[in-house]
């Protein structure tokens, strides 16, 4: 899996899809650039949000609100007293490290070591293996499940304590080595907020401390009378946003998974007191549907209800995909409570209160919000449509089987050879169809060769022009998927591809 995981990392490189950032001054880290076709994908994930937000909800609008904010607004929502991670240092390697990561880490070893015993048996047994059995009276395996039911629930109260030293005494216990040099000298734990601040304006009086948003929420929330006024919504509604944010996050590591400037979809669904949770329901369905809908398969998709919520919260979930590191976090759906709006008006002093006409009161609303990173689809996108395919012939291909909807070049045109009038013939195809969707001209190297170039980017559908072309307009289409060609007539290349691309 690891292999996999280098293989797209490279991949994503090779083809233009995703670029370390300030690569010739040695990168920056957790930060990266998207590429030619990097972006291209990347704005159809946004499209295929967007639309089906905006489109296909007619009480969801959107909005696109300033990064930079009042400062306030980050003490009201809690940003300033409490977005922190608590962090620990090595105090041999200098490395620094998250205190909650570092014991997640360390539990699922536990979780693999049991596992490894399991598969172990099972291949020893065969058939007549009973799982459950063995779970329940190996000595071993209940040795590690007794010490990591332990491990969790001290972990999990000093979580729900906030108890910082008992974080630290974990890792000591459980002797936790730093993984780079296998030392246990660590200092203590200490609350590291996540937010970038920088300054704006040089008065007389001094410049005034700003941040970099951490989530696009807040710009909803601040805004929610404005849209609901000008736009006259009624409750329930929602409002929609696509942006960047930024967290200074500790351990930045798994390519895009978690950076530090990166963007996010979310939406606001606001509603009222006592509708929450049904709403919550909703949209926890709604949005599973809209992942799955891309087909990349029911399996890879499972709900991580949270046990312990925040405090503004009374339900949350999230949506976790199998990426090639294991199931993670791709979306989050929160039931927010009236939580931000009522921190709002008592930090600014404004109402933020709706009136109702069918109940003919006023109140704060609730919310339901609903948050996706989109670098983390991206992420699920790439290493689900990677795929190497042995061909006959003892040939492999690499080839991403993107969905055509999200795919960065939805057809490519090539002629044959690059002689007879089939260059020409080829670009007066390119010249007619460009208008309609992505399209990529090529002529270079031998047919094969450009086709496994196409493969390699995800095209969904390769049209070449041939001599046939010329004497009875007609064109091959190939399927990147099967491979299969088929011949259309020219007239006809538009609508079966538009059909097939649409978003
Ligand atoms: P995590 O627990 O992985 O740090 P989170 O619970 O802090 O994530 P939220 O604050 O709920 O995340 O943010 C909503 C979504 O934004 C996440 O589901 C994720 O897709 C995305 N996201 C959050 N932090 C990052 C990051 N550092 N890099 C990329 N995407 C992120």
Not at 241 to 259: D, H, S, W
Not at 265 to 270: K, L, R
Not at 314 to 338: C, L, Q, Y
Not at 416 to 430: F, Y
């Amino acid at each position: 899996q690891e292999d996999v995981f280098k293989k797209i990392v490279s991949h994503c490189k090779e083809y233009g899809f995703v670029f370390p950032s300030s690569e010739i001054y040695d990168g920056l880290g957790a930060v990266y650039d998207y590429g030619q076709l990097g972006v291209e994908l990347k704005n159809n994930i946004k499209k295929y949000w967007w639309d089906s937000m905006t489109l296909l909800h007619e009480n969801v609008v959107g909005i696109d609100s300033a990064i930079f904010m009042h400062p306030t607004i980050w003490k009201a929502s809690g940003h300033v007293d409490a977005f922190n991670d608590p962090l620990i240092d090595n105090k041999d390697s200098k490395k620094r490290y998250r205190a909650d990561v570092l014991i997640e880490e360390y539990l699922a070893r536990i979780d693999e070591k049991i596992d490894k015993e399991v598969e172990k048996a099972a291949r020893r047994f065969g058939e007549s293996f009973d799982e459950t059995m063995f779970r329940q009276t190996n000595p071993r395996v209940l040795e590690n499940q007794k010490r990591r039911d332990e491990v969790h629930a001290r972990f999990a109260k000093a979580l729900n304590d906030g108890n910082l030293e008992e974080l630290r005494q974990i890792i000591v216990d459980c002797e936790i080595a730093c993984p780079i040099s296998g030392t246990r000298n660590w200092t203590e734990v200490r609350q590291f907020n996540l937010m970038f601040a920088t300054e704006m304006g040089s008065t007389a009086d001094g410049a005034m401390k700003v941040y970099l948003r951490p989530e696009t929420a807040q710009g909803i929330f601040v805004n929610f009378l404005n849209v609901q006024k000008t736009g006259r919504m009624k409750i329930p509604f929602g409002i929609a946003q696509i942006g960047k944010a930024f967290r200074n996050e500790i351990v930045a590591r798994q390519f895009i998974f978690r950076m530090r400037e990166f963007e996010q979809m979310e939406m606001q669904f606001f509603v009222a007191p006592g509708t929450e949770l049904q709403w919550f329901e909703y949209w926890k369905q709604e949005r599973l549907k809209w992942h799955k809908a891309l087909g990349f398969g029911d399996e890879n998709y499972q709900y991580h209800d949270h046990d312990k919520l925040a405090h503004y919260a009374n339900a949350a979930t999230d949506i976790e995909f199998r990426m090639p590191f294991g199931f993670k976090e791709v979306e989050g759906i929160h039931s927010r409570t009236d939580f931000d709006l009522s921190q709002h008006e008592k930090y600014s002093g404004k109402k933020m209160q709706y009136f109702d006409p069918e109940l003919n009161t006023s109140y704060v609303p609730y919310v339901v919000e609903t948050s996706i990173g989109v670098d983390r689809m991206f992420l699920s996108v790439i290493s689900s449509a990677y795929c190497e395919e042995q061909l006959e012939g003892g040939e492999t291909r690499v080839v991403l089987k993107i969905p055509a909807a999200l795919a960065p070049v939805k057809l490519a045109v090539l002629p044959l050879v690059k002689k007879d009038g089939l260059p020409e013939k080829a670009t007066e195809i390119m010249n007619a169809l460009k208008f309609s969707f992505a399209c990529q001209y090529d002529e270079k190297d031998s047919i094969g060769r450009r086709y496994r170039r196409q493969d390699a980017i995800g095209t969904p559908y390769c049209v070449t022009i041939d001599h046939q072309t010329l004497a009875d307009n007609t064109v091959t289409v190939r399927d990147r998927d099967t491979m299969e060609q088929k011949r259309v007539t020219i007239d006809e290349i538009e609508k079966e591809i538009s059909l097939k691309t649409d978003i």
